[in-house]
């Protein structure tokens, strides 16, 4: 898996949960054995790699990191709160 193949993975986790979790991401990347994806930092938390955030930030700036949560989600204003009848205009995303 390239640094990117790894961002591509997290904007598709988080648009069909509404987020990922920071630990979920690196643990899952952590499989591939892959510095530039994740790694174990020095108190023994799995991080998502520097080479990997770089192309995500750059590709997904709709998609956001909540440091009080720890995860990544769409950002708060890119969200569409639903019409008076609960429905939300085509293609528009669902409030987090």
């Known amino acids: 898996m ?3 193949d ?3 993975w997290m904007r598709e986790q988080i648009l069909e949960k ?3 979790r920071q630990r ?3 643990e899952f990347l952590l499989q591939f054995e892959d510095r530039r994806l994740a790694y174990v930092n020095d108190t023994d938390s799995p991080c998502v790699g520097r080479h990997v955030l770089k192309r995500f930030r750059r590709s997904f700036p709709d998609l956001g990191y909540d ?3 720890k995860s990544w989600r769409l950002r708060a ?3 569409v709160p639903p019409t008076s009848d609960g429905v939300r ?4 995303r669902a409030a987090v």
């Not at 205009?89 to 528009?92: C, E, H, R």
């Open 67 to 69: 440091r009080r949560t």
């Open 18 to 20: 509404s987020k990922l």
């Open 89 to 92: 205009p085509s293609g528009s």
């Open 2 to 4: 390239e640094p990117m």
């Open 24 to 26: 979920d991401a690196a």
């Open 77 to 79: 204003d890119q969200i």
């Open 6 to 8: 790894a961002a591509l």
